[in-house]
């Protein structure tokens, strides 16, 4: 059982920065590969990056690609969501999740917390 809380969320102006942390309990962090998703009102829930278990590999959404950085400290069990260069697109809840699997199936899932980008 893994449990994730994020924090780092809060209102910026466009082309300003926020980085986000996602904590998890439990001892097997590490096993994890973990994402971030976001979700904005009257939309779907979309992909934003992914971090392998070593955090050797990452992948990201075309639309953060260079703005974004994914990255996890396992000694510290948390993963991190680094944003620059945030657009009023970019405003939604956003959350963590962690999986074992290799087809990028998810398990466990954060609460989420918001980002508001203003214009």
């Known amino acids: 059982q893994v449990q994730l809380v994020e924090s780092g969320g809060g209102l910026v102006q466009a082309g300003g920065s926020l980085r986000l942390s996602c904590a998890a309990s439990?001892?097997?962090?590490?096993?994890?590969?973990m994402g971030w998703f976001r979700q904005a009102p009257g939309k779907d829930r979309e992909f934003v990056a992914d971090?392998?278990?070593?955090?050797?590999?990452?992948y990201y959404t075309d639309s953060v690609k260079g703005r974004f950085t994914i990255s996890r400290n396992n000694a510290r069990n948390t993963v991190y969501l680094q944003m620059n260069s945030l657009k009023p697109e970019d405003t939604a809840v956003y959350y963590c999740?962690?999986?074992?699997?290799?087809?990028?199936?998810?398990?466990?899932w954060g609460q989420g917390t918001q980002v508001t980008v203003s214009s």
């Open positions: 439990g001892r097997t962090f590490s096993s994890y590969a």
């Open positions: 971090i392998s278990w070593g955090g050797g590999n990452s």
């Open positions: 999740a962690a999986r074992r699997s290799s087809l990028f199936e998810y398990e466990y």
